[in-house]
């Protein structure tokens, strides 16, 4: 069948309504020297700068490789920081690049996709064990974006207010994203240290947000959080953001410390850093009455009208844009598919008992990493608090610099210089060890931070 | 379709009936016969808030579509049908006895102004 969009009468006519001339005039916003218009192609094409008739597969695999080689790959990875360096099971790629399961789409069709329909349910299912809640959907982009959507969600429970109170040391990535996200929506942010935020609470707030552990990696009380919020104001929304999805793993879940919305980045679950990204966002309610508010596909289970069978399809989708039009709350219409599903093959190939083993290497590597540092003259740690498998270091004079390039000397990628990201953070370092980095690494890492300092 | 004659009506598909100063508000069978099964119901505008005529006072959530309620008349709204949140489908069932709003009505002349049963019916496919 051919697909054959428009007539060139009806082209001409639509042009004419809307008083175009040319069909490129379309495209003016666009500035000129971005716009690759057929003179400027035909320029590209002539400058040999892109393959046009033909390289052969040789010539074009070593040109990728060149590139490729231009990346940096270091040996061992003490950053975090919103990407985090896991270990990912072998299973994790092999069940992926099956051929039935290699799709970037959310495949909804139930009467052809119920092994997909079935996989994404069980991620739900096992996203709503880790953060304790009752309901989650079927993936979203990223961490950030997520953080957005469940905003949204807290400002359709409380359309007269404005404010988001946010606790706790939010990933200043997800800051901006917030921020241009909502700029339309004439929404204030407002940042506190979790001690003094009933203080901040006032009729205006809609949500808070509780970052735990926060980018500084500090874990805080969540439970303290929900309590102090809805002890002034019931009907104001938490929101738990946790950036570092393993953590999950072995700390009190979102669910039992009573949170509204948990929402966050699930990269750590089986999907390599790639550069920061494509990631994998959750999101996940207890309230009914939150999840017919939820963005994204919902994958529900029911029973064949003749028979026992399970059967797996979409539902609740008069949420979604689709149906909703313009009153939807999110414009997400798909699902994060093939990284959802590597999330999903992760922790069921690790269970909640492999998980928890992870977790757990991950705040022994970092604590020991902490505790050797501490020991180095003039570094001290200011986390108020536990953390997981990160942690901040400050140091007194500005050698920070001179560290990482001592690392880097080492094969090393140490830790991230906060002032680079924050002028305020100035003197500041961010640590992270995983279950990667091996002891002979950590070993490397505070050798190279003394001979940064010496 | 069922359209009662002591009822009035709204080219939106809204019922109307005023008793004791008080507007009752619900849709009409033709509306949950459209909509199919109504799987959800919410959105209301809180108790005791200033309602003008026209604006929504409820979103309706089916398997296959999402409408929402506009008041046939301006006031305060004085109750919502809170049986309605764990058993929507009463709207597909009983639409005449499942209301959804109560409003006490600021101005009683716009009552005058919907559409009675016979008008109502005409707007209805044969």
Known sequence: MDYIPHAESQIKFMMEKVGVKRLADLFDTIPRELLLDDERAKAILKSGALADNGMTELELKNLLAGLASKNKAYKSIFQGAGSYWHYIPAVVDYLTSRGELWTSY???????????????????????????????NASLHDGATALVDAIVMAKSQNKDRDTVVIAGKINPFYKTVVATA??????????????????????????????????????????????ATKQKDNSILVIQCITEALSLAMLKSPGAAGVDIAVGEAQSLGIPMCFGGPALGF????????????????????????GERLGFTLTLSAREQHIRREKALSNICS??????????????ALGGTGLKQVATINVKKANYLKAKLCEIKGF?????????NEFVMKKKDT???????????????????????????KGLMLFCATEMNESKAIDDLIASCKEGIA | M???????????????????????????????????????????????????????????????????????????????????????ELLN????????AKIKPSEKKEMTGLLSAEAYKKLLPE
């Open chain 2, 2 to 88: 069922n359209v009662p004659d002591n009822l009035k009506y709204t080219q939106t598909h809204e019922w109307a009936k005023l008793a004791n100063d008080v507007v009752v508000i619900g849709i009409s069978d033709h509306a949950q016969h459209e909509l199919t099964d109504i799987v959800h119901i919410d959105d209301y505008p809180k108790i005791g808030s200033v309602i003008k005529k026209g604006q929504v006072i409820a979103v309706l959530e089916s398997v296959k579509a999402v409408a929402e309620v506009f008041a046939p008349v301006s006031g305060t709204l004085l109750e919502v049908n809170g049986k309605l949140e764990d058993a929507p």
């Open chain 1, 335 to 348: 699902n994060e598919a093939l990284n959802m599903l590597r999330a999903a093959i992760y922790m069921a």
């Open chain 1, 106 to 136: 959310t495949p909804y069709q139930a009467e052809r996709s119920q092994g997909y329909l079935q996989a994404i349910f069980e991620y739900q299912s096992m996203i709503a064990a880790m953060t304790g809640m009752n309901f989650s």
């Open chain 1, 283 to 306: 999101l996940a309610v207890s309230d009914s009455k939150l999840l017919h508010k939820m963005p994204g596909r919902i994958v529900g289970c029911t029973k064949e009208v003749a």
């Open chain 1, 182 to 227: 909502l700029m339309p929506r004439d929404i204030k942010l407002i940042c506190v240290e979790p001690g003094k935020l009933a203080a901040s609470i006032d009729g205006s707030v809609m949500a808070i947000i509780a970052c735990s552990p926060d980018f500084f990696g500090t874990i805080h009380d969540v439970a303290a959080i929900v309590q």
């Open chain 1, 399 to 425: 050698s920070i610099q001179k560290i990482i390039k001592s690392c880097e000397s080492k094969d090393i990628l140490g830790p991230l210089d906060l002032g680079t990201v924050n002028i305020e953070w």
């Open chain 1, 380 to 388: 001290t740690c200011i986390n108020e608090g536990p953390t997981f």
């Open chain 2, 93 to 100: 069932k009983a639409p005449y006895d499942a209301w959804i």
